[in-house]
Each structure stands twice: as C-alpha cells, then as structure tokens.
C-alpha cells in the first residue's frame, strides 16, 4: 500500500481552488438573500440592462462605469445615453445623446442628466426636448419625475401643440403627463395664427382645453386688444370670461368692465359692473352695470343705471335711462334707442320723456310718450318732439301734436 502523498504546492491550489468556489457560492447567496430582501421589502432597482464596457475604478470615481451604448431601467422607464456613472445608491449620472422613454407615454433627451432613485427624479441640462402625443417642449434644464410624470423646467423653455401648433414660450413651467396639465410662469406668451396672448401666469389643461390666466394679461388679435387680470378660454366651448379691470379696445371702441364674458359659438358677449363703451370715432360713452352685444344683428345694450355721454368741443350731453340700445345703420352710424323714464341733459338744453331715438348720422334727437324739454327760458311739450343739433347746438325744433309752449 502506497502512502498519499500530497505536496505543498498542490495542498495550496487545492485550497486556493475551494476558496474560490466558496467565495462564489457566498457571493452567489448573498446576491440572491439581498434581491429576495428587496423583493420582500418592496425596494425598487436600477436595473443593468448592457453597455459595451463595464468598468470599476475606485481611484476615478466611485461608481461602474458604463460606456458605450448603456441601456437601465428603472419602473418601466428605460434610459439609454453613451456613458454613465452608476453608483451603488442606484443614482447614476449619464453622458451624451441622453434618452428617456416610457413606451407609449413619453420620451425625453438631453446632453447631461442625474437619476435619483429616491426621487424617481431625472434632472437633465442643455438641449432637453420632451415630446408626448399631446406637445414638444425644448428647455436647457429640466427635472422630470419618471413616477409622476411630472416635468418642471426653468431658465426659458418652447412649447409647440401638436394639434393646433401654437407656440408658447415661458421662463418657468410645469407639466403633468398624466393629467395633460400646463402651469407656466413668468413672461409667458402664447402664439396662435389668430392672436397672440402674454401674461404672467397662465395653465391649461389638454383634456378640458380650458386656459386660465393670472395676473396682467394682454390678448391682442387681428383687429382688438384684450386686457384683463385675471380669466379663462374654453376652447371647446369657444367661451371666454376676462375679469379684473377687463379692457377690449377694438378699431372704433373701448370696453371696460369688471368681468366681460364672451361665447363665440353664439356670438354674444356680456359685461358686468362698472360697464363703459366708449366710441373713439364718434365721441360718446355708454355707461351702465350690466351690458349685452350681440354679434349677429350687430346690437349692444346697457341697462341698470345705463347713461350716454356725448362730448362735444365745448360741452357734453347728458342721457339717462332704464335701457340704451345701438344699431348701425346702413352707413354705419350708431342710432341709440333709450327706454323708460328718459331724460336728457345738457347746460343749455334738458328734457325727459318715455322712449327716444338719436341718430348720430345727421345728429336727430326724436322724443315720444309725453315729452317735455326746457329749452333757454321755454318749457315745450308735444305729442312728439324732433330735435335738430349740430356741433351740439339745438338748430332747429319739429313738435307734432298737441304743440304747446311756455316762455317765461
């Protein structure tokens, strides 16, 4: 019987050998026990999918280092760039031709990004677009949470519809993925072929198309102007209400009022408190708490306390009534038609009656139902009275039936 021989060298490979297998199988275990206490903790990864070189190097940076073609997911998100840093936190930092896709949902890119895994927040820098079926957004930083979808952008950012391909640019916004939620902040200015919005404040919302403004907003159009603080626009409705110090100036006239309410489909607007329609052209003011137009017969109304001033180079004209109402006429000169309890006033002249008609065209003044007008030291009364004016001066006087004055 041949005794065993074992010599040094082979007594150490055979250790070396077992220890190797031993660390494996340890490391193997505490990979499993680690995934498996995850799992059981409900802890989220960073997964590894590929890169061409995965590399670790303390005396670099702590942290694998991921270069060419990386490809992670996390959540259902995968990110693609050309190099990465991914640290042992799962954060990780990528490098160049940056891409963040949720199949279906988003899609991001950028030069530079941060992913922490604690956020779920990728925080991109320099030539960042976000594209979603509904818009494409262009910005130089951006944070964008990949669990929310929720993108917050500051330093400028552009924002094209893909619908309808406004523009709207901003110096701040927010926008939410998954409520088609826009809030933008700061020198905000919204581009349309038919007008041109900027404010300081303004969120809509892509599944109720409705647009809310705050704050200083002017609206300006092919042939108006719109000024108000605050308001909304519902697109589908096609319905508006500009509130606070609310302002329309169009080619002949200027509304105010402290809330103006517009429906486009039906082409009636409304203006309530503190209304005034000023005619540039022809020099009065209709003022009133409650005012009307409608777009297809072409007539306005003001009522509650409703009164025309009509200024003339040295004096103006005074005309109260429950009810003022102006039509163009066919040379597009208003004809105001004032209604109950009328009364008229001006230095040299003064009057009341129950209805009345003044055509701006040739300066007529016509008053019905028992009127009466004090004219210098003379009451005269009618059935009817005309007045003709000119320059605001009384040239001549048609009383029809039942002429009677009294001179003192």
């Known amino acids: 019987m041949h005794p065993i021989s074992i010599t040094t060298d082979r007594l150490n490979m055979h250790f070396n050998y077992s220890n190797k297998i031993v660390a494996l199988i340890l490391l193997v275990s505490a990979i499993f026990f680690s995934e498996a206490l995850c799992a059981q903790q409900g802890r989220k990864r960073v997964k590894y999918i590929y890169s061409e070189v995965l590399d670790y190097d303390k005396s670099i940076v702590d942290a694998q280092r991921l270069i060419g073609k990386v490809q992670l997911e996390y959540e259902g998100t995968m990110f693609y760039c050309d190099s990465a840093y991914l640290y042992a936190n799962d954060d990780f930092d990528a490098f160049s031709n940056i891409r963040i896709v949720k199949s279906g949902q988003f ?229 105001i038609y004032a209604y109950h309890h009328v009364k008229i006033f001006k230095p040299d002249m003064q009057g009341k009656c129950d209805s009345l008609v003044y055509t701006q065209g040739d300066s007529t003044m016509r008053m019905y139902y028992q009127p009466v007008l004090w004219h210098m030291q003379n009451q005269i009364t009618g059935d009817s009275l005309t007045l003709y004016t000119a320059s605001g001066k009384l040239q001549s006087l048609l009383v029809k039936g039942n002429a009677f004055i009294i001179s003192d």
């Open 107 to 335: 899609f991001v890119t950028g030069d530079v990004g941060h992913f922490s895994k604690q956020n779920s927040a990728a925080t991109l820098t320099n030539n960042i677009t976000l594209r979603d079926d509904q818009m494409t957004l262009n910005t130089d930083h951006l944070v964008f949470n990949t669990a929310t979808e929720v993108a917050n952008y500051y330093g400028g950012g552009k924002i094209v519809s893909n619908a309808n391909k406004n523009t709207l640019t901003s110096e701040r916004g927010i926008y939410n993925s998954k409520t088609e939620t826009f809030f933008f902040r700061k020198y905000v200015v919204l581009k349309n072929p038919d007008y041109e919005v900027k404010c300081d404040t303004m969120q809509y919302n892509n599944g109720t198309e409705v647009t809310h403004f705050f704050g200083p907003t002017t609206i300006t159009g092919d042939d108006s102007e719109i000024y108000c603080e605050n308001g909304y626009y519902n697109t589908k409705k096609d319905q508006s209400r500009f509130g606070k110090n609310a302002t329309v100036r169009s080619e002949k006239t200027i509304l105010k009022g402290d809330s103006i309410f517009y429906d486009g489909k039906k082409g009636i607007g409304e203006v309530f408190k503190n209304v005034t329609i000023r005619d540039t052209t022809q020099n009065y003011i209709i003022s009133g708490n409650y005012g009307k137009h409608i777009e297809k017969t072409k007539e306005s109304f003001v009522t509650q306390r409703a009164l025309l001033t009509q200024i003339f180079d040295k004096d103006s004209l005074y005309m109260h009534a429950d009810t003022l109402k102006a039509l163009p006429d066919s040379a597009g000169n208003n004809i």
